[in-house]
T-cell receptor, first 113, second 115 residues
Framework: SQTIHQWPATLVQPVGSPLSLECTVE??????LYWYRQAAGRGLQLLFY??????ISSEVPQNLSASRPQDRQFILSSKKLLLSDSGFYLC????????????FGEGSRLTVL | TQLLEQSPQFLSIQEGENLTVYCNSS?????LQWYRQEPGEGPVLLVT?????EVKKLKRLTFQFGDARKDSSLHITAAQPGDTGLYLC???????????????FGTGTLLAVQP
């Protein structure tokens, strides 16, 4: 069966520091991968999605970047964090068959101080 | 840019009451999904609707896709405390089942059912 993991689960970082959130998927090959950000009690904002290794589509201009160095690995990065980068970050992969359901990781809560 | 607006944003009701959540957009979607999210976890899929006018039932939950595939509603009958959570609609852009589909999430409806 397929599983998705992301880490770290919780992160507190000072303004101006770098960021790296990692997401890995197991049990499937060539998945579509997504990074979303969520404000408390609100909807998810699509940040990046990827249909293959090295293929990244950016949805929102910002100081974040994403990379997909391996088929089942998706990384969200920043060189210098801003206060506004705080939030709950969710990685997801999409099944292409049937409904195209999104399967989400456990989430990473980032607080920038 | 948020393409999907949900209403209401917050809803607090008593156990046994009925409620409806709306998801509206000016965009046409190939399909629309509804998710439910618990605090600190990722959303979990409840249902996918594909055809304009389609109605799907999941126990006490009834989902409807608008005829023009721009809007959807979720109706809960006799709500229970276990229904508490964040409800999210998500519109799928692109051909149904296509490899490059994007899912755009709605603004969310936070439901609290009091016992």
């Amino acid at each position: 069966s397929q599983t998705i993991h992301q880490w770290p689960a919780t992160l507190v970082q000072p303004v101006g520091s770098p960021l790296s959130l990692e997401c890995t998927v197991e049990g499937t090959s060539n998945p579509n991968l997504y990074w979303y950000r969520q404000a408390a009690g609100r909807g998810l904002q699509l940040l990046f999605y990827s249909v293959g290794i090295g293929q990244i589509s950016s949805e929102v201009p910002q100081n974040l970047s994403a990379s997909r160095p391996q088929d089942r690995q998706f990384i969200l990065s920043s060189k210098k964090l801003l206060l506004s980068d705080s939030g709950f970050y969710l990685c997801a992969w999409r099944g292409l068959a049937g409904s195209g359901e999104l399967f989400f990781g456990e989430g990473s809560r980032l607080t920038v101080l | 840019t948020q393409l999907l607006e949900q209403s209401p944003q917050f809803l607090s009701i008593q156990e046994g009451e009925n409620l409806t959540v709306y998801c509206n957009s000016s965009s046409v979607f190939s399909s629309l999904q509804w998710y439910r999210q618990e605090p600190g976890e990722g959303p979990v899929l409840l249902v996918t609707v594909v055809t304009g006018g389609e109605v799907k039932k999941l126990k006490r939950l009834t989902f409807q896709f608008g005829d023009a595939r721009k809007d959807s509603s979720l109706h809960i009958t006799a709500a229970q405390p276990g229904d508490t959570g964040l409800y999210l609609c998500a519109g799928v852009l692109g051909n149904y089942g296509g490899a490059t589909n994007k899912l755009i999430f709605g603004t969310g409806t936070l439901l609290a059912v009091q016992p």
